[in-house]
């Protein structure tokens, strides 16, 4: 399935989960959110949510501000109720409900690819603040941004076993490479005309260090969610990454880095 028709999909079916409060704030009740993940009991649904839980806090989010614990009434027929306990989640928290999901679910491994475009969209463009930057603040905002997951990625890499700064640089290349057709660091370095000196990230445009910053962030949480271990695996996963969000950026009409 082409990510544009998973767009198009999954936007007539989480979307159409998505709950508004009084102040504005959009957000999914787990309840609602576990048939549409093909989860049916709801056991297993929170097993999901304990991990995601997790991610949030290594993430180093507020995990309260993300998963709200709430108890709501439910009709039970014949005009009873019953409370049952739910989850108010963020649009944040079901991207990574979804990232820690089981893969073999077909509305899951779609949905990896859904959720997290969609999650950077926002997080780009419904800021009102980030939408009023010219083009070279929001080129600094995402610059600082992606060299926080940078830091990340390296402390992620380096629990997958790419230990010297060789062993990185080596890693980091084959992220390159997969979102940049082949082109490792040396051949971007050298297509932008730089000097010795210069560095690539300096030199980008935003659209570009977005699809940077999405290739950082799903490779530190590939490393993690896959528990990968050994040099050539971390290698070959951030290869695969850098080639998911090319084809991703390819199929949705995109600027291709």
């Not at 890693?171 to 010795?196: S, T, V």
Request: hydrophobic share 35%.
């Amino acid at each position: 399935m082409s990510a544009k028709r998973i767009a198009n999909q999954y936007h007539a079916t989480f979307e159409g989960a998505r709950q508004v409060d009084e102040d504005g704030n959009e957000f999914w009740f787990a309840r609602d959110l576990a048939p549409l993940l093909d989860y049916q009991q709801w056991r297993n649904f929170m097993l999901v949510i304990d991990k995601a839980r997790q991610a949030c806090e290594k993430s180093g989010r507020a995990v309260a501000d993300h998963f709200a614990d709430i108890s709501k009434m439910v009709d039970i027929g014949s005009g009873a109720q019953r409370e049952v306990a739910d989850i108010r989640l963020s649009r944040y928290a079901c991207y990574l409900i979804v990232q820690n999901g089981d893969p073999s679910k077909p509305v899951i491994a779609n949905g990896q690819t859904y959720f997290a475009m969609q999650t950077r969209r926002q997080e780009l463009n419904d800021d009102e603040k980030f939408a009023r930057l010219s083009e070279d603040e929001k080129r600094l905002a995402i610059r600082n941004e992606l060299a926080e997951h940078n830091k990340q990625l390296a402390a992620a890499a380096k629990d997958a076993g790419v230990d010297t700064p060789l062993d990185y640089a080596i890693f980091q290349d084959h992220g390159y490479k997969g979102l940049y057709g082949g082109m490792g660091a040396k051949d971007i370095h050298a297509r932008k005309g730089l000097k010795k000196s210069e560095k690539i990230l300096d030199h980008m445009g935003s659209t570009e260090l977005a699809a940077n910053l999405f290739r950082a962030t799903q490779a530190e949480e590939k490393l993690k969610r896959d528990n990968i271990s050994g040099k050539q695996r971390a290698n070959q996963a951030h290869f695969e990454v850098g080639q998911k969000v090319r084809q991703t950026i390819k199929e949705l009409g995109g600027t291709m880095p």
